[in-house]
Protein backbone atom coordinates (compact mmCIF):
# COMPACT_ATOMS: atom_id res chain seq x y z
CA UNK A 1 0.00 0.00 0.00
CA UNK A 2 1.19 3.46 -0.98
CA UNK A 3 2.24 6.19 1.85
CA UNK A 4 0.65 9.30 1.61
CA UNK A 5 2.48 11.94 0.02
CA UNK A 6 3.60 13.90 2.47
CA UNK A 7 2.54 18.33 2.67
CA UNK A 8 6.01 19.07 1.65
CA UNK A 9 6.48 16.92 -1.44
CA UNK A 10 3.22 18.43 -2.56
CA UNK A 11 4.45 21.99 -2.28
CA UNK A 12 7.78 21.44 -4.14
CA UNK A 13 5.56 19.70 -7.08
CA UNK A 14 2.99 22.88 -7.13
CA UNK A 15 6.27 25.46 -6.83
CA UNK A 16 7.60 23.19 -10.22
CA UNK A 17 4.77 23.96 -12.05
CA UNK A 18 4.43 27.58 -11.12
CA UNK A 19 8.42 27.69 -12.26
CA UNK A 20 7.65 25.61 -15.33
CA UNK A 21 4.84 28.59 -16.30
CA UNK A 22 6.53 31.06 -15.59
CA UNK A 23 9.27 29.91 -17.50
CA UNK A 24 6.49 29.61 -20.66
CA UNK A 25 6.78 25.54 -20.11
CA UNK A 26 3.30 24.72 -21.43
CA UNK A 27 3.50 20.75 -21.92
CA UNK A 28 5.08 20.15 -18.99
CA UNK A 29 7.04 16.79 -19.63
CA UNK A 30 9.60 17.08 -16.55
CA UNK A 31 6.31 16.75 -14.11
CA UNK A 32 4.54 14.24 -16.13
CA UNK A 33 7.16 12.30 -17.87
CA UNK A 34 7.57 9.59 -14.95
CA UNK A 35 3.89 9.01 -14.56
CA UNK A 36 4.70 5.55 -14.91
CA UNK A 37 6.04 5.92 -11.56
CA UNK A 38 3.94 4.74 -8.99
CA UNK A 39 5.16 7.48 -6.81
CA UNK A 40 4.40 9.86 -9.30
CA UNK A 41 1.43 8.39 -10.06
CA UNK A 42 0.15 9.04 -6.60
CA UNK A 43 1.59 12.84 -6.32
CA UNK A 44 -0.51 13.74 -9.88
CA UNK A 45 -3.64 12.03 -8.22
CA UNK A 46 -3.02 13.93 -4.73
CA UNK A 47 -2.63 17.09 -6.11
CA UNK A 48 -6.02 16.58 -8.43
CA UNK A 49 -7.86 15.28 -5.64
CA UNK A 50 -6.61 18.10 -3.33
CA UNK A 51 -7.99 20.48 -6.33
CA UNK A 52 -4.64 22.10 -7.00
CA UNK A 53 -4.41 20.98 -10.43
CA UNK A 54 -6.16 19.50 -13.59
CA UNK A 55 -4.18 17.59 -16.24
CA UNK A 56 -5.55 17.92 -19.62
CA UNK A 57 -4.18 16.77 -23.10
CA UNK A 58 -0.57 16.15 -21.07
CA UNK A 59 -0.43 19.48 -19.81
CA UNK A 60 -0.98 20.39 -16.10
CA UNK A 61 -2.65 23.67 -15.13
CA UNK A 62 -2.94 24.74 -11.62
CA UNK A 63 -6.65 25.44 -10.01
CA UNK A 64 -7.45 28.80 -8.54
CA UNK A 65 -6.57 27.28 -5.46
CA UNK A 66 -3.18 25.69 -6.93
CA UNK A 67 -2.18 29.19 -8.30
CA UNK A 68 -2.70 30.67 -4.52
CA UNK A 69 -0.65 27.77 -3.06
CA UNK A 70 2.26 28.12 -5.37
CA UNK A 71 2.51 31.91 -5.34
CA UNK A 72 2.42 32.11 -1.31
CA UNK A 73 5.16 29.34 -1.65
CA UNK A 74 7.34 31.02 -4.45
CA UNK A 75 6.47 34.29 -2.96
CA UNK A 76 8.10 33.04 0.85
CA UNK A 77 10.87 31.48 -1.10
CA UNK A 78 11.84 34.48 -2.97
CA UNK A 79 11.77 36.62 -0.14
CA UNK A 80 13.90 34.54 2.14
CA UNK A 81 16.37 35.03 -0.33
CA UNK A 82 16.78 38.32 -0.85
CA UNK A 83 16.65 38.65 3.09
CA UNK A 84 19.61 36.37 3.72
CA UNK A 85 21.45 38.01 0.82
CA UNK A 86 20.81 41.61 1.81
CA UNK A 87 20.38 41.88 5.12
CA UNK A 88 22.82 38.62 6.45
CA UNK A 89 25.06 39.53 2.89
CA UNK A 90 24.96 35.80 1.94
CA UNK A 91 26.41 34.61 -0.77
CA UNK A 92 23.69 34.41 -3.72
CA UNK A 93 24.62 30.72 -4.08
CA UNK A 94 24.37 29.65 -0.47
CA UNK A 95 21.00 30.58 -0.02
CA UNK A 96 18.55 28.64 -1.61
CA UNK A 97 18.70 25.60 1.10
CA UNK A 98 17.77 27.73 3.73
CA UNK A 99 14.81 29.56 1.58
CA UNK A 100 13.09 26.85 0.23
CA UNK A 101 13.37 25.48 4.75
CA UNK A 102 11.60 29.05 5.37
CA UNK A 103 8.77 28.88 2.67
CA UNK A 104 7.33 26.28 4.51
CA UNK A 105 7.12 27.82 8.15
CA UNK A 106 6.74 31.69 7.26
CA UNK A 107 3.56 32.66 8.32
CA UNK A 108 1.56 35.09 5.83
CA UNK A 109 1.58 38.02 8.69
CA UNK A 110 5.45 37.35 9.02
CA UNK A 111 6.36 37.39 5.25
CA UNK A 112 4.34 40.73 4.98
CA UNK A 113 6.41 42.23 7.74
CA UNK A 114 9.71 40.66 5.83
CA UNK A 115 8.49 42.32 2.22
CA UNK A 116 7.58 45.58 3.63
CA UNK A 117 11.00 45.45 5.55
CA UNK A 118 12.92 44.70 2.20
CA UNK A 119 11.45 47.76 0.51
CA UNK A 120 8.96 45.36 -1.41
CA UNK A 121 11.82 44.12 -3.68
CA UNK A 122 10.20 43.26 -7.52
CA UNK A 123 13.09 40.11 -8.10
CA UNK A 124 14.84 37.49 -6.02
CA UNK A 125 18.62 37.67 -6.18
CA UNK A 126 18.81 35.62 -9.19
CA UNK A 127 16.76 38.09 -10.62
CA UNK A 128 13.15 36.07 -10.91
CA UNK A 129 9.91 38.20 -10.13
CA UNK A 130 8.83 37.98 -6.49
CA UNK A 131 4.59 37.45 -6.61
CA UNK A 132 3.33 40.98 -5.31
CA UNK A 133 1.29 40.28 -2.23
CA UNK A 134 -1.33 43.01 -0.30
CA UNK A 135 1.35 44.96 1.26
CA UNK A 136 2.71 45.79 -2.31
CA UNK A 137 -0.43 47.17 -2.51
CA UNK A 138 -0.46 49.96 0.20
CA UNK A 139 1.18 53.24 -0.14
CA UNK A 140 1.95 53.32 3.66
CA UNK A 141 4.80 51.92 5.69
CA UNK A 142 4.51 50.49 8.60
CA UNK A 143 8.42 49.34 9.25
CA UNK A 144 10.82 51.57 7.84
CA UNK A 145 12.30 49.11 4.78
CA UNK A 146 15.72 48.27 5.09
CA UNK A 147 15.78 49.00 1.02
CA UNK A 148 14.91 52.33 -0.50
CA UNK A 149 14.68 53.70 -3.46
CA UNK A 150 17.51 56.26 -4.23
CA UNK A 151 15.38 59.19 -4.89
CA UNK A 152 14.00 58.40 -1.31
CA UNK A 153 17.48 57.89 0.39
CA UNK A 154 18.94 60.11 3.19
CA UNK A 155 20.79 63.01 1.57
CA UNK A 156 24.23 62.61 2.82
CA UNK A 157 24.19 59.04 3.48
CA UNK A 158 26.28 56.11 2.47
CA UNK A 159 24.79 52.69 1.27
CA UNK A 160 25.00 49.94 -0.99
CA UNK A 161 22.78 49.09 -3.90
CA UNK A 162 21.14 45.98 -3.63
CA UNK A 163 19.11 46.08 -7.05
CA UNK A 164 17.87 48.12 -10.33
CA UNK A 165 14.79 47.41 -12.21
CA UNK A 166 14.32 49.35 -15.75
CA UNK A 167 11.96 48.01 -18.66
CA UNK A 168 15.16 49.47 -20.77
CA UNK A 169 18.59 47.27 -20.79
CA UNK A 170 20.67 49.98 -22.62
CA UNK A 171 19.60 52.05 -19.38
CA UNK A 172 21.16 49.32 -16.94
CA UNK A 173 24.02 49.08 -19.17
CA UNK A 174 24.70 53.01 -19.12
CA UNK A 175 24.96 52.93 -15.47
CA UNK A 176 26.88 50.03 -14.90
CA UNK A 177 28.91 52.04 -16.97
CA UNK A 178 29.25 54.98 -14.60
CA UNK A 179 29.82 52.42 -12.20
CA UNK A 180 26.52 52.29 -10.76
CA UNK A 181 25.38 48.65 -10.41
CA UNK A 182 24.29 46.33 -7.60
CA UNK A 183 26.91 46.19 -4.85
CA UNK A 184 28.18 49.44 -5.60
CA UNK A 185 28.69 51.78 -2.49
CA UNK A 186 27.35 54.85 -3.33
CA UNK A 187 27.40 58.72 -1.08
CA UNK A 188 24.31 60.51 -1.77
CA UNK A 189 24.91 64.33 -2.25
CA UNK A 190 22.25 66.25 -3.33
CA UNK A 191 18.31 65.28 -4.29
CA UNK A 192 17.18 68.25 -6.12
CA UNK A 193 17.11 69.26 -8.92
CA UNK A 194 19.27 66.12 -9.94
CA UNK A 195 20.22 63.17 -7.89
CA UNK A 196 23.63 64.24 -7.30
CA UNK A 197 26.14 60.56 -5.93
CA UNK A 198 29.48 60.00 -5.56
CA UNK A 199 31.08 56.29 -6.61
CA UNK A 200 34.49 56.32 -5.82
CA UNK A 201 36.25 60.15 -6.36
CA UNK A 202 33.32 59.83 -9.05
CA UNK A 203 30.30 62.53 -8.77
CA UNK A 204 27.59 61.06 -10.98
CA UNK A 205 24.30 63.60 -11.92
CA UNK A 206 20.56 61.27 -12.31
CA UNK A 207 17.52 62.47 -13.30
CA UNK A 208 15.14 61.92 -10.48
CA UNK A 209 13.46 59.29 -12.65
CA UNK A 210 16.06 56.67 -12.91
CA UNK A 211 16.61 57.75 -9.20
CA UNK A 212 13.29 55.57 -8.70
CA UNK A 213 14.68 52.60 -10.39
CA UNK A 214 18.00 52.21 -7.98
CA UNK A 215 17.33 50.18 -4.89
CA UNK A 216 20.31 50.72 -1.79
CA UNK A 217 20.36 49.78 1.83
CA UNK A 218 22.08 52.20 4.05
CA UNK A 219 25.40 50.77 5.65
Not at 145 to 153: A, D, H, I
Request: aromatic share 6%; with cysteine; hydrophobic share 35%.
Amino acid sequence: MNQPIDKERLDEALELIWVLDEEGHREHDRFIRSSDDPDNTLLLKTLIDDGFILVENGTVRLTPKGQVRAKGLIRRQRLAERLFTDVFEMPVNAVLDDACKMEHILSEELTESVCTFLGHPPTCPHGKPVPRGECCKKFRVDVAPVVTRLSEFEVGATGKITFIVSSDPSRINRLNSLGIAAGSTIKYLQKTPSCILQIDETTVALDPEIAKEIFLKKI
